[in-house]
C-alpha cells in the first residue's frame, strides 16, 4: 500500500490532465456510470467543524475511493487549516486498500477550484470588466488562480468578514496579477462583477436579489451540507439557467435547496454539469441572463483526482 | 497520525474491555447520543465483491471514526482474506487524521462476533443441547470463540456449501472444545439446534419457518446490505421477539426487511440492543419463545472498538 504526504501529492498535481478526468467523471456521472452513494455528514458544534464522507466508483475502473473531508473553521486560530481530511484507494477487485492520500484537504479543494474552471468554460459571459470573490479562505484563492487560465479579467472584487482577511487576500490576488478591491459590503460587490464565486461556509445569505446585475455569473461553492448556503432563495430563484453538479445532492443540501424546498424553482430548472458538457457550447442563451452553478462536489470528482494523482 | 497493522492491533485488542465499551455504544446509540450517518454501499459485481462504509461519532467524544469495510467473496481462491478494510479516527476538535488501523477487517468480524456475545446474553434460551453455526467463515469461528464464555453447551452442528470448507470448520471447532456434526442441509441443523447463528452473505434464505424448534434463538448477522438474507420472511414473522441492532438500519436493509417490507411485523416488533440493555434482564419472554436478533453493524461499534485498541 502506497502512503503518499500533502507534498508527495502536490508534486504529482497536473491541473490540465486533472481537469478533463473531472470532465469525464462528470459526464460518466450523468450518464449512470458512477456509483456514489448519499454523502455522509457529521456536525460538531463544538468545534465549529463539520465532516463529510464520499465514496464513488466509476464502472469499469480498477479501483473505487472513500474520502474524509472535515471543515473545522476555529483551526485557524490554532494555525491549522481548516480543510482536513485524506483520499484514499481500494481495489475494486479484492477490496485491499492500495493508497492513503494525506492530502490535508488539498485534492477536495483543488478539484472543488478546477470545477469552478468547468463551469466558468460553460457559462462566463463574453464580457467580464471585473472578478468578484465572496471569501478569503483557500478556496478563494485557488478559485481565482484556475480561473486565470479561461477568464482574460484581471480586475478583482473581494468580499471578507475581516479587514486582515482582506489584506491577505488582496497580496495574493496581486501577486496573481489582480488588480484588486477589497469591501465588507457585499452588495456592493454585486454591483460591480459579472463573473461571481461564492466560498464561504455561511449559513446565512451574504448576496441577495437585488445586488446582481442582468447577465451575471455566480459559482456557488460553499453549500455543501445541509444549512449552508451563500445566495438569497430569491437570488437562486432569479437565475436564467442554473447548472448543477448533482440534481439529487443539489436539492437536497445545496445552494438551490432552500429555493428548491420552497417550490420557487421546479426540476425542470437544473442542468447537471455532466448533460452541459456532452451538450458542448456555452451554457448561458445569452449575455443578459443570470446564470447559476451549485457545486456541492462529487464522489466522482475525488475518483478522478486520485485517479489522476496515482497515474503519475 | 499513528498507523497500525494487524498484528499491532490484534496485540492490543482485550475482548472484555471492548465488550463494556460496545455495551455502553448500543445504549448511546438508542438513546440518541451518537451520530451515525446512513450506511454506504458500493457493490462490485464483475468481482464478487461489497463493500460498506460508516462513520459515527459519540457526542462528547475526542474522536469520530470512520470504516471502510469490504467483503470480496472471490478472495480465498487467490488467498486473500474475504474481508477487507480499515478504520481510522480523526479529531473532533480539528479533523485532524489521527489513527489509521489497517485491520485488513478483522476489528469489524471482532466487534460484530462481540455483538453476537452481547445478544446471547440477552437471548439464549436456559437449555441449549446444542449450538448451530450457519457458515463456515471467519464470522462463524469468531461468532464460537466467543459465545464460549457465555453458553456452556459443547455441542455443534455445523452448515455449509462445501464438504472441505466444513471439514475445516469441523477441526477448527474441535480445537476449540467442541464435538461437531457437519451438514450440506440446513433443516437438519434447525431441527437439532437451540441456539443458531447466521453467518453468511446469502442472497436466498438458508433456514426456513418449518426447520426451527419452539425455543431456539437465532443470531443472523449475514444481512448487511439490501438483498442479502439467511431466513425465510415467514420464518422472521414466527419470531415472538426481535432484537435489532437500529431499527432504522435493520428494516431498510437487514435480516428483517423483507418481512417487514412485506407487511408480516409492524413497527412495533422490533426492541433496539441499547433499549434491551438498559432494561436490564433477559430479552426471552419464557422458553418456548422463538427469539431472533438481527446485527446489521453499527458505526457506533467501530468507534467502541477503536476507542478500545487506541486506550491500550
Redesign the interface.
Known amino acids: ?1 502506497i ?1 503518499l504526504n500533502k507534498q508527495q501529492i502536490l508534486d504529482k498535481f497536473d491541473a490540465d490532465a486533472i481537469t478533463l478526468l473531472l470532465k469525464e467523471g462528470f459526464i460518466a456521472f450523468s450518464q449512470k456510470q458512477v ?1 456514489m ?2 454523502v ?5 458544534e ?2 465549529n ?1 463539520d ?1 463529510c ?1 464520499k ?1 464513488g ?1 466509476l464502472q469499469g475502473d480498477s479501483q ?1 475511493v ?1 474520502k ?1 473531508s ?3 473553521y476555529n ?1 485557524p486560530a ?1 494555525g ?1 487549516a481548516s480543510n ?3 483520499m ?1 484507494a ?1 481495489s ?6 492500495q493508497a ?1 492520500l ?1 492530502d490535508e484537504g488539498w485534492l477536495t479543494a483543488l478539484r472543488t477550484a478546477l470545477a469552478g474552471r468547468i463551469v466558468a468554460e460553460l457559462c462566463a459571459p463574453t464580457h467580464i470588466s471585473t472578478i468578484g470573490i465572496v471569501g478569503t479562505g483557500m478556496q478563494a484563492r485557488l478559485h481565482l488562480m484556475y480561473l486565470k487560465s479561461v477568464i482574460s479579467c484581471r480586475q478583482l472584487w473581494v468580499w471578507g468578514r475581516s479587514e486582515t482577511a482582506l489584506e491577505e487576500y488582496r497580496q495574493y490576488a496581486e501577486e496573481e496579477g489582480f488588480a484588486v478591491n477589497t469591501t465588507l459590503d457585499a452588495a456592493e460587490l454585486g454591483r460591480q462583477c459579472q463573473f461571481i464565486v461564492t466560498t464561504t461556509p455561511s449559513r446565512e445569505a451574504i448576496l441577495q436579489a437585488a445586488d446582481i446585475q442582468p447577465g451575471t455569473h455566480i459559482t456557488a461553492v460553499g453549500a455543501d451540507g445541509a444549512g449552508k448556503h451563500e445566495l438569497a432563495a430569491e437570488l437562486v430563484a432569479k437565475a436564467g439557467k442554473i447548472l448543477v453538479d448533482s440534481w439529487a445532492q443539489c436539492t437536497e443540501f445545496g445552494e438551490v435547496s432552500q429555493a428548491f424546498q420552497l417550490g420557487l424553482l421546479d426540476y425542470h430548472a437544473f442542468t447537471e454539469v455532466g448533460s452541459a458538457l456532452t451538450s458542448g457550447g456555452s451554457f448561458r442563451d445569452n449575455d443578459q441572463q443570470i446564470t447559476l452553478a451549485d457545486l456541492t462536489g462529487l464522489g466522482i470528482q475525488d475518483v478522478q483526482i486520485v485517479k489522476g494523482i496515482l497515474r503519475q
Open positions: 500500500m502512503i456509483q452513494p448519499p455522509q455528514h457529521l456536525l460538531f463544538q468545534a467543524g465532516c464522507i465514496s466508483y473505487f472513500v474524509v472535515g471543515g473545522f483551526n490554532q491549522l482536513q481530511g485524506l484514499m481500494f475494486a477487485q479484492t477490496g485491499e486498500p492513503i494525506l
